[in-house]
């Protein structure tokens, strides 16, 4: 069990550049969570996948967000024409399928600044 | 919908203390409850959770929880703060109404400073 890892820890761009993330979940792990704090807040739901289906994603994920978990292991979110109030730290969640309640464990999220 | 209220964004204790931070939620079905611990520039690790059962719950480091439905309440306790206790403290609830996610919702957490 090596735990979530997530990359880049940070990012710094300028408006109106595209950004990609991408996390690699713990192994076997089904499910996959993203979120997003801003500051002083507490994480926020996005996007939702059990092994490679994207079976639920929040109204905070505009039309520039995108999300991927192509052969149900690691994923990529990705933000497009980036926004000033897109800054927040991007967290990725993972647990295992099975049972009906498992703790989501979290990466150290990718902190995103935009210029 | 569910959602979760974190009474006082700070708390300040001394250290050897007791530790007594408050969560209420609010959720239409049975709720499944956590408390996370946050450090500067980390992610969230799981302190304890209650999904069914014994209704008081200990965690990690110390800590614990009760459950208390007619309050609708799952407050964090510790009997000691230690210094190495201050952070920021999330609670968060999830429930299922069909299908596989168990997102989670949360509050707006209470940051822990501990004194010496």
């Known amino acids: 069990d090596t735990g979530v890892s997530q990359d880049p820890r940070h990012k710094i761009t300028k408006r109106g550049q595209n950004v990609t993330f991408r996390c690699d979940p713990i192994s076997e792990h089904n499910r996959l969570y993203w979120y997003r704090q801003t500051l002083g807040q507490g994480p926020e739901f996005l996007t939702y996948?059990?092994?490679?289906?994207?079976?639920?994603k929040s109204r905070l994920l505009s039309d520039r967000f995108s999300a991927e978990r192509p052969k149900g292991s690691f994923s990529t979110l990705e933000i497009q024409r980036t926004e000033q109030g897109d800054s927040a730290m991007y967290l990725c969640?993972?647990?295992?399928?099975?049972?009906?309640?498992?703790?989501?464990?979290f990466g150290d999220g990718t902190r995103l600044s935009i210029l | 919908a569910q959602s979760v209220t974190q009474l006082g964004s700070h708390v300040s204790v001394s250290e050897g203390a007791l530790v007594l931070l408050r969560c209420n939620y609010s959720s239409s079905v049975p709720p499944y409850l956590f408390w996370y611990v946050q450090y500067p520039n980390q992610g969230l690790q799981l302190l304890l959770k209650y999904t069914t059962g014994a209704t008081l719950v200990k965690g990690i480091n110390g800590f614990e929880a009760e459950f208390k439905k007619s309050e609708t309440s799952f407050h964090l306790t510790k009997p000691s703060a230690h210094m190495s206790d201050a952070a920021e403290y999330f609670c968060?609830?999830?429930?299922?109404?069909?299908?596989?996610?168990?997102?989670?919702?949360f509050g707006k957490g209470t940051l822990l400073t501990v004194n010496p």
């Open positions: 996948f059990q092994n490679e289906a994207q079976l639920e």
């Open positions: 969640a993972s647990s295992p399928g099975q049972g009906a309640v498992q703790p989501q464990h």
């Open positions: 968060a609830v999830s429930e299922n109404s069909g299908g596989s996610n168990y997102k989670l919702t």
